[in-house]
């Protein structure tokens, strides 16, 4: 029987594939295994495969596979997911594998210092801002930040937010503006401010605080109940709320515009439209006496009261703020069959 | 909740409120104290208690009845503005017959002489209301003529 190979020809580490930034290929080969170890080629119709291994010992002990059954003269590894201590020395080994299953010894170790590989530094090159132009008075309107790298690339950032004057908006740190009641259109500066790696970038961002013309009134806040007022054969209760003297916006209401008010009760805490029942309409007052036998409220029931002002130009706010009450109307039916006995 | 004092009687005797002076007297189903009893003929103001409240839901006049406020005015016109002359306590304990137990009975009569500071009319007009432990009051009874004649 002839003698098959019993070491491999290093060729070395032929090529180095840095992919992508942080990771790494590296490729090892060899010269293929043509003979028996005396040098009688391999016959015709046997094949030839390859194992190759890798170590941390010169003595070849403690071999890590790197691939098996390879039928090409080369394979890769990365030496991080190998486990190779970066600087450190490895060696690699490998051995000729017939088809007819004679494997070779393993060849020679090849050493090798695994290269030391620091991270690319990417640094914070700027920061742009992206975001409404213009919002209205009243309303909000959301911010966002976007980081520029020295690699190129770009990714979303939460930057410390500003806004200047504050008299216009208020930024919260998610990069929503609320912007305040204007007279007149106003102009504000959105910041973002960002810092990475000892870095700090600024942008800005002007947006227009938009002066809308106010045409719905303000709901009416702070409802209040009290009572009962008057406890005769009707019993009455009274909602109370404060009057309504701005538009939606806070500013004032024009010269010569009148609130009226109309008040619903419902059982379905959410207000939802459907659920509403009239308690009262185009009341003048700021207040309203209700006898809750009327509509009819179910004693113990719980409803929920709330109340919208209507300017005389037709503009409804939106509904106010409910409260909840518990229906406490009925007291006792009064006595009955009442007479005066002389004894 | 049921007022404190009305629910600690004792002995039978019914608890009356003279809330413009003190009288006296007993009368009705259960008996009555507060001061001396008036000689003579007596004015008895008799009535059912309610068993609704206003909304007709079911009322136990025994347990949901704190007390009665009797009115007197020189016309029928009782007002929210009206004053009660005197609370009578809507149950009063009384002794049963063995004089062992004391029995809750509903109270359904006042002695009308026992209202001190009455004004001095010999006609006056009389009304109460029944308030529920919850503090809730009924409207008034119809108004009553009350000859003094």
């Known amino acids: 029987m002839k003698k098959f190979a019993s070491y491999l020809l290093w060729v070395g580490i032929l090529a180095t594939l ?27 119709g046997k094949t030839v495969s390859y194992s190759a291994y890798w170590t941390t010992d010169p003595g070849l002990g403690s071999l890590h596979t790197i691939g098996t059954s390879l039928a090409a003269t080369s394979t890769t590894f990365d030496p991080d997911v190998q486990g190779m201590t970066r600087g450190g020395t490895v060696y690699f080994t490998a051995k000729a594998v017939l088809n007819t299953g004679e494997a070779s010894a393993l060849s020679p170790a090849y050493s090798w210092v695994v290269p030391v590989v620091t991270p690319p530094v990417v640094t914070l090159t700027g920061v742009t801002v992206s975001g409404p132009s213009s919002v209205n008075e009243g309303g909000t309107g959301t911010y966002t930040a976007t980081a520029t790298w020295s690699d190129g690339t770009n990714t979303s950032v939460t930057p410390a937010w500003s ?25 504000a500066t959105v910041t973002a401010s960002y810092t990475s790696g000892g870095v700090t970038k600024t942008a800005t ?35 109370v709320w404060d009057p309504v003297t701005t538009y939606a916006g806070d500013s004032p209401l024009d010269p010569g515009r009148s609130v009226r008010y109309t008040v619903y ?12 029942k009239l308690l009262a309409s185009s009341v003048s007052a ?45 007291g006792p039916a009064p006595p009955a069959h009442g007479q005066i006995i002389k004894k | 909740m049921r007022h404190p004092a009305f629910r600690m009687l004792l ?21 009555q104290s507060g001061g001396p009893a008036p000689s003579g003929s007596v004015s008895v103001l008799a009535w059912t208690p309610p068993t609704t409240y206003n909304d007709n ?32 306590a809507a149950v009063a ?29 010999s006609q006056l007009y009389v009304s109460m209301r029944a308030v529920g432990i919850d503090h809730q009051k009924s409207a008034f009874m119809a108004p009553l003529l009350w000859d003094r004649s």
């Open chain 1, 205 to 239: 961002r002007a947006v227009t605080i938009v002066n809308v013309p106010a045409t719905a009134p303000a709901a009416p806040k702070n409802i209040g109940i009290s009572g009962p007022v008057s406890s005769g054969a009707t019993e009455l209760w009274q909602l």
């Open chain 1, 163 to 187: 806004v200047s004057p504050t008299t216009y908006a208020s930024i919260s740190s998610g990069g929503v503006l609320t912007a305040s009641a204007v007279t007149s259109n106003q102009t």
């Open chain 2, 57 to 88: 839901v079911a009322l136990d006049p025994e347990r949901d009845l704190d007390y009665y406020e009797i009115y007197v005015r020189q016309d029928p016109n009782f007002t929210e503005n009206d004053q009660p002359m005197v609370q009578v």
């Open chain 1, 286 to 330: 700021n207040t309203v006496d209700f006898d809750p036998l009327g509509y009819p409220m179910v004693k113990n029931q719980v409803i929920y009261l709330t109340a919208q002002s209507v300017l005389d130009t037709g503009d409804q706010s939106s509904l106010a703020a409910s409260i909840e009450w518990v229906v406490a109307n009925a």
């Open chain 2, 93 to 121: 304990g009384t002794l049963s017959p063995d004089g062992r137990t004391v029995v809750q009975l509903l109270v359904t009569e006042f002695t009308l002489e026992l209202i001190p500071s009455l004004p001095a009319s």
């Open chain 1, 265 to 276: 009760w419902t059982d379905d805490p959410a207000l939802t439209a459907g659920s509403l």
């Open chain 2, 11 to 31: 002995g039978g005797f019914a608890a009356v409120f003279l809330l413009a002076g003190c009288g006296g007297g007993g009368g009705g189903d259960a008996p």
């Open chain 1, 18 to 44: 840095a992919i992508p930034a942080f990771a790494e290929t590296r490729t090892i080969s060899w010269d293929p295994v043509t003979t028996y170890t005396d040098g009688t080629p391999i016959e015709a």
